[in-house]
């Protein structure tokens, strides 16, 4: 499923492959297109990746010729604050995985978000988000909307995405007038000690960080997201148009991948 934020209007489109093969080529061409469109219209373009699966997904991405690397600024939509050598480690997953395959992408320009990464000035996971929004608005500059290009996004059976879990007190806190004194409703980034998931210490693009991006595409395989998938689409109130892997995607400005 993805969503395309044209000021007021949301666009909704929902695309249904048949395999995985076919859901990461579509999703790769995808991305190379709003790539493409980003690096035209400013001069670069700002990613923000989930983990777990979506790193097997994206694999391809590795072999695009059509990306310009050197302009390409990628920020993980969450991150579990870890040592950058354990297997929970988002940041070492894609990087080992893939961007340490592509010679012309610099690896500064992949921001990291674990235990590892600036252990003086960032030793605990608070710390850590804050320096990490530091990173976001130094990218897009202090005057300018942190939009993303695009964001890609999971969910798990929970309903979950990134590290926002339903019922947790950091969405609650989102959508009530008193807000956490810690974690206002306009920060970029949150963190959460007490994740329902292990581990339990994360750094997380806020709600209201996602709700900014140009493009959302959340991509969910397998039968285990069935259901919440159902729950998700009877509760949504945008125009939605679907295409099946029958159906052609000629405007590929709003492509999702469900399986």
Known sequence: MSNKNNNSNNIIQVNICSNLNECSNKLIEYIENISIESIENKGKFILALSGGSMVSILLPLQQS??????????????????????????????????FQNIP??????????????????????????????????????????????????????DGHTASLFPGHQLINNYFNQNQNQNQNQNQLVNFIIDSPKPPPQRVTLSLYCLSLAKNITFIATGDAKKQIIQQIFSNLNSSITTNNNNNENDNNENLSNLL
């Not at 310009?68 to 940041?91: A, G, Y």
């Not at 988000?129 to 130094?138: D, L």
């Not at 897009?140 to 964001?151: R, T, V």
């Open 65 to 98: 010729q059509r990306i310009d690397w050197s302009k390409v600024f990628i920020f993980l939509v969450d991150e579990r604050f870890v040592s950058i050598d354990n297997n929970e480690c988002t940041f070492n997953a894609f990087q080992k995985q893939i």
């Open 104 to 157: 012309t992408f610099p690896i500064e320009q992949f921001f990291r978000a674990d235990s590892d990464f600036d252990p003086i000035n960032c030793k605990t996971v608070e710390q850590t988000a804050i320096y990490y929004e530091k990173q976001i608005y130094q990218i897009f500059g202090q005057q300018e909307q942190p939009n993303f290009d695009l964001i890609l996004l999971g969910v798990g059976p």
